[in-house]
């Protein structure tokens, strides 16, 4: 699963780094993917953090996408 936080929605609430802080942070008023925190969501009880942050996000600004190998 790919993850990204869409900038251009994000106004800053820092839900995704209090729900799944393995894989997102709080910079500069925004959130963002950590350096290597993509790789954490093959574990599945931070894929489900992942996929909970996503769903709580009040901006709607999380990004997931499947990854097809």
Do not use: N, W
């Amino acid at each position: 699963m790919k993850v990204s936080v869409d900038r251009s929605l994000c106004y800053g609430s820092a839900e995704c780094a209090h729900r799944a802080p393995a894989v997102f942070a709080f910079e500069d008023g925004y959130g963002v993917v950590r350096a290597g925190g993509a790789d954490a969501v093959g574990d599945p009880r931070v894929r489900e953090t992942v996929l909970e942050a996503a769903e709580k996000c009040p901006s709607q600004a999380i990004v997931l996408t499947e990854q097809h190998e």
